[in-house]
């Protein structure tokens, strides 16, 4: 029998009864279930399946265990689509952070949210001839001609959800993140266990690329598939959108749809960042607020504080770090990508304070820094 961590047990032991159904749904099939549509009690158990499984995080390291050993003394290029978003600086410190470890060192670009600036920041990093490049949040698809120059060049390119699917795609030699349909579903399932699928929501949708339109497409499918739940509306706002702004339409919102509105959904955990300001004391204080990703410090922040957010799907931003370093060396060495890919993980309350949590991060505790400088020979 499989022995379960405290958190593990606490979360999934009043499930028991659901298991068979979970063998029954397969986690990325979930969308495709068409049996639970005339059935509210049948949906919320399967829903309420996945958040318990995604909230316990494992313990054991299952990433790879072989591959190359560790150039020497590399240059990389990271670019960031816009490291104004806490998550993809983060990220970019950590990967600079690993980098510097290992004797190799990281230039650094921002693109500050235009899609313009992507094109000549990638000619610029081509131009310093580095050993590879990160595109960090960006289109890789937009950006397929300087993809296609890099790889020319010799130089392979790594995304950071920088597409809808993961791994080998758009010309990246692989393309590391959470899969967008999974992060998006396991937010919207979120809200229907806690309002025990008798939500009524508005998603705000960031769709500046696909892998964030695949985001809230999947939360759009998943709660249109709750049979007692309500879709009321879905906006565009602009991810810098200024927060009086994004606080207008929070209190209109209100006024339209009344008690009827009961949970806001997001595909960026950025788009909640207005929540912070005074002028939040206008939103009625039972309206929750759920983000797909990434799991930035706000929303730590904002959770535990009970600030509006009551969750998030977080992503392990210095694991990934590590990987793509990895990646890179494999591409290097001209070894196919690892095909790796950490589980998401849904932060709430409950277990915030798990995980690299008391540091407002998703921090797993697998081992992935031992496991990859076992690999690398370190």
Known sequence: MMKLNPLQGWLIGPLRSFFPLLLSFPLLAFAASTSSEGDSALFLGKATIRVAHAMAFKNIWDGPTNGPKLATSKTIAFIGADLGDPSQQRLANAVKEVTASVGWSTAIWDCYGLAARQADAMARAMALKPA?????????????????????????????NAAPALGATDGLFTNIGTEPKEAGQLAAMLGIVESKAKAGFVVLADNSTPYLAAKTQAMIDTIKQCPSCALLSVEEPAIAEKPEVAMQRMVDLQKQFGTHLTYVMATNDRLFDFLATPAASAIDGKLEFISAGYGSASAYTRIRAKKGQMGTVAEPLNLQAWQMIDEINRALAGEKPSGFAPAPYVVTLQNIAFYGGTNNAFEPSDGYQSAYKSIWGR
């Open 132 to 160: 590879a490049i990160i595109f960090a949040g960006t289109d890789a698809k937009a950006n397929a001609a300087q993809i296609a120059i890099a790889a020319s060049k010799k130089i392979p390119v790594i995304g950071w």
